[in-house]
Nanobody, 123 residues
Framework: QVQLVESGGGLVQAGGSLRLSCAAS????????MGWFRQAPGKEREFVAA????????YYADSVKGRFTISRDNAKNTVYLQMNSLKPEDTAVYYCAAGDSGILVNPYEYNYWGQGTQVTVSS
């Protein structure tokens, strides 16, 4: 069992930066693939980034590649999403999720979800 709590969302101007954090509790965090997804109003939840359990493998959606960086600190049971050069189209609720091993890009591949944190980028 893994419990996830996101933080760090907020309102930022286009071109700005935010860092999201996801604090996890549960014994299986260090062996879980962690991912970030986002969902804008009226749209389906979409994959943003994923990181393997040791952090050696990362994968990004094309829309965020080069701007966002996912990382994790297993000693702190925390995964991060550094978001730079933010655009208005990045506005969404951002969710962190935990799954089994591998690079997972589909929501149904993840077993646990946080409650989400709102990111709003103004133009």
């Amino acid at each position: 069992q893994v419990q996830l709590v996101e933080s760090g969302g907020g309102l930022v101007q286009a071109g700005g930066s935010l860092r999201l954090s996801c604090a996890a509790s549960g014994r299986t965090f260090s062996t879980s693939t962690m991912g970030w997804f986002r969902q804008a109003p009226g749209k389906e939840r979409e994959f943003v980034a994923a990181i393997s359990w040791l952090g050696g493998r990362t994968y990004y959606a094309d829309s965020v590649k080069g701007r966002f960086t996912i990382s994790r600190d297993n000693a702190k049971n925390t995964v991060y999403l550094q978001m730079n050069s933010l655009k208005p189209e990045d506005t969404a609720v951002y969710y962190c999720a935990a799954g089994d091993s591998g690079i997972l890009v589909n929501p149904y591949e993840y077993n646990y979800w946080g409650q989400g944190t709102q990111v709003t980028v103004s133009s």
